[in-house]
């Protein structure tokens, strides 16, 4: 019985996942009109890779849901694929997005730029534990809230919401689903819940200390023009 509710909460939670990130992403991605001007290729390769690795992560907890285990395990190569892949683009996307920019947006490249650090260390820590199932999923689950605040950030928040909380307190609010689940089930958080969501806060706070310092801006302004 247990093991049936520990699956359906974790395809629940990467539903909600997915659907999170098409609404944030359906008026300038998914459902983007003929009206408005085309994407550049760069982003669209993004938006596609970005949304394979989420529909991914969506069917392999669908797989475990469904005991096909040795499909899902054959997946995860594709997924490392993936999330290198991602790592890269998201890295270059966001340097281009910031090439020429005014001060906020070299300030605001501190949410993506960190974005991809803390995905790659919690993406690695999931495959190094794959062998580890308690570990390993909540690792994978907590790599993919880590990406949620691009995605949280554009839906339409009212203008005295936009920023830390639009950016980092509601994509936060995943996490707690999550620790809830280990206080029912387990009696006190999991290890990886811990160590997943005190990375996640911590560079948070890490870089909205730094993103108006100007050692930042410097940094943003030197990583941008290496892609111009």
Known sequence: MRRSSERLFYLLMSVAILATVFLGFAPSFYLRG??????PPILIVHGVVFSAWILLFVVQIALVALHRTPVHRRLGVAGGVLAAAMILLGTLVALRSGSGADRGRLAFLAVPLFDMPVFAILVGAGLACRRVP???????LLANVGLLSPAIGRMPWPEALRGTFSDFVAPDLFLVPLLLWDLVTLRRPHPATILGAVLLIVS???RKALSETDAWLRFATWACSLVT
């Open 134 to 140: 308690q570990a390993h999923k909540r690792f994978m």
């Open 34 to 39: 003929s009206a408005h001007p085309p994407l």
């Open 204 to 206: 948070q706070i890490v």
